[in-house]
């Protein structure tokens, strides 16, 4: 089971909502909970629906600020406990295997004065179950120096209630894997503040139950937060066989006529007993050649912008660096616009609308083709059904 944990800072952007819609693609994640929707709840169950989610709790924005959501998926039993604007707490039921846990969603204030306020909640959160905890969140403060980077210096006393409110709930830090700040900031003067905000804290029984979960920082071009996935059990994914298909896309390109004609002679060269096996194969692999070439991979790219963004992410925010970093996420909107078409292109539709870009409708569409001319097995002379 995967958890997902992002302060979006708003998900009236359909960007961000795309964003979104990604991230729960490539890491599955059963559960998520998001901060500074800045929406209400008609808008937030849309959005719900759009991830595939079908259960939900919504905490309303105060105008353009806060904002709470917890959504799940359908074959897992989440009950929620109790939930304000800066909180939601639910039990999750983990099965034979591991029994009822909880889980709480939790915002920090915004604001350092309010923050006593934040701790006080905490406490006594931590005070109404005994089964094993974990505390997903922004909590809009840090531990210790390190964990700043640029700006002013945080004062000490600020730091140590955080420190000791995390002790009084017998909470601890589960770590990270990825860059080491979750926030950044870029002043008018260029300096880059960067912090690590978001985090989570469990108690000792849950890592007991959960020994091999590791939080990881992802990163992100919608949002100055970066989005945590929680994977509570490590599992490796076969993925299956790339198959080859021809994009129409290619046809808007006068070379594609000849990267063919030049396959096609080169099969008819080989003399082979089929050759019309043989010019089909030469067709793939120099048309697959040409498109790493003129078009490349889509995907591929924006794994790499992510991967350069996570780099620099970890670096010293120098001028350079920030400025990278910019162009950077700029040039990773656009790729993901691109893939946007592609899917559109996949879909088979031929008319589009600029405010549905890669809603659910042509994912649907796509997907739909796919398991049309997917074929599982074949019905021999004898009524015998093969798969292999």
């Known amino acids: 089971m995967n958890l997902l944990s992002w302060n979006c800072r708003g998900l009236g952007n359909p960007q961000t909502v795309n964003a979104l819609k990604k991230v ?63 909180h939601i707490d639910a039990l999750v039921d983990g099965g034979t295997e591991y029994g009822w846990w909880r889980m709480t969603g939790f915002y920090g204030n915004l604001e350092t ?24 969140s922004d909590f809009n403060e840090i531990t210790r120096m390190s964990e700043k980077e640029g700006g002013s210096t945080r004062p000490r006393q600020q730091m140590m209630n955080f420190v000791n409110t995390i ?13 080491k700040y979750t926030w950044w900031y870029v002043r008018r003067d260029g300096e880059q503040i960067r912090e690590r905000l978001d985090r989570a804290l469990v108690t000792t029984e849950w890592l007991n139950l959960f020994p091999k979960a590791k939080l990881h920082h992802l ?55 089929f050759p019309l096996v043989s010019c089909l194969e030469k067709c793939r692999v120099k048309l697959e050649a040409w498109n790493k070439i003129e078009f490349g991979h889509v995907g591929n790219r924006i794994a790499e912008l992510q991967k350069h963004l996570e780099w620099l992410e970890r670096q010293p925010g120098t001028p350079n660096n920030v400025h990278d970093m910019k162009e950077t996420r700029m040039e990773l909107n656009c790729w993901n616009e691109k893939q946007d078409a592609m899917w559109l292109q996949w879909s088979r539709i031929n008319w589009y609308q600029a405010g549905d ?32």
């Open 24 to 86: 729960v693609k490539n890491e599955e994640p059963k559960i998520v909970f998001l901060m500074e929707t800045k929406s209400n709840k008609d808008w937030m169950i849309m959005v719900c629906d759009k991830c595939e989610f079908k259960h939900g709790v919504f905490v309303d924005s105060n105008g353009m600020s806060g904002g709470l959501v917890l959504m799940w998926k359908k074959d897992i039993k989440v009950e929620i406990q109790t939930f304000s604007p800066s």
């Open 113 to 136: 004065a309010k923050r006593p306020e934040s701790w006080t909640k905490l406490k006594q959160l931590s005070n109404t179950s005994t089964l094993p905890w974990i505390v997903i």
């Open 167 to 179: 002790n009084c709930c017998g909470l601890r830090d589960i770590g990270y894997v990825g860059p």
């Open 219 to 273: 990163t992100s071009s919608a949002s100055d937060h970066s989005p945590l996935l929680l994977r509570l059990v490590q599992k490796r994914r076969r993925r299956p066989k790339k198959i080859f298909h021809f994009e129409s896309m290619w046809l808007k390109n006068p070379r594609c006529e000849e990267v063919v004609l030049e396959a096609w002679y080169d099969g008819l060269a080989d003399q082979s007993e």
């Open 357 to 388: 870009r890669n809603t659910s409708f042509f994912h649907a569409k796509a997907l739909a083709r796919k398991l049309k001319n997917h074929i599982e097995g074949l019905l021999d002379e004898n009524d015998c059904w093969h798969e292999d």
